[in-house]
């Protein structure tokens, strides 16, 4: 855990509120994406964005032991979100019907580089491959996503996703290995010859 985060850790444990708004400000868009990612929805991010936070303060203060914060954040994350699916009994149905619907163009998910000075041919394949890529990641299974997710998008190791999701790093490697493979397939059609 970089420093930094430790100090902000110490200062919460002992009632410094500006150290957990100082921590919300540099971990906030990795636990947005991630949230994003897992539930394919707007709103239901928001609800596990607030709920991860919510939780966030009421056992920060009490956690002096934490090694890595943005670990530990994600968790929380990860955790909520199969709480969720678990209460509703319908996780097979939810991922299925989710990956049914239309896109109506708010996919947000992936945003291009708005200062590249391509022509509108490569702006548009580009839109195109994006889109593709959100969708691809969308139909993958739960716990591949999570796996890929976690390590692609937000950058941990396989060992920390094997501790933060409590599995093995065996079983870790290979969902994302499956991860990687359904997305190669999905995404084929966008392969250079």
């Avoid at 971990?27 to 709920?51: G, K, M, P, W």
């Avoid at 000075?117 to 591949?144: C, F, G, M, W, Y």
């Avoid at 290979?174 to 059609?189: D, G, P, T, W, Y």
Wanted: glycine residues 2%.
């Amino acid at each position: 855990m970089p420093p930094e985060d430790g100090e902000l850790i110490q200062r919460i444990v002992h009632n410094d509120l500006n150290a957990f708004d100082e921590l919300f400000k540099k971990h906030q868009n990795s636990v947005y994406r991630f949230a994003c990612y897992l539930t394919q929805s707007r709103i239901e991010a928001d609800d596990l964005f607030q709920e991860t936070w919510l939780r966030a303060v009421k056992y920060l203060p009490t956690s002096e032991t934490i090694r890595d914060f943005k670990a530990w954040i994600l968790t929380i994350v990860a955790n909520l979100h199969k709480d969720d699916l678990r209460k509703k009994k319908v996780r097979r149905l939810f991922l299925l019907e989710r990956s049914k619907e239309p896109d109506h163009g708010e996919n947000f998910l992936l945003k291009l580089d708005s200062q590249s000075h391509q022509n509108a041919t490569d702006e548009s394949n580009r839109v195109d491959i994006s889109l593709a890529l959100n969708r691809a990641i969308a139909n993958l299974p739960i716990k591949q996503r999570r796996v890929f997710v976690l390590k692609e998008i937000e950058g941990l190791k396989h060992s920390e996703i094997s501790v933060m999701l409590n599995v093995p790093i065996g079983t870790i490697k290979s969902l994302f290995h499956r991860a990687i493979k359904n997305l190669q397939q999905e995404l084929s059609e966008f392969r250079s010859e």
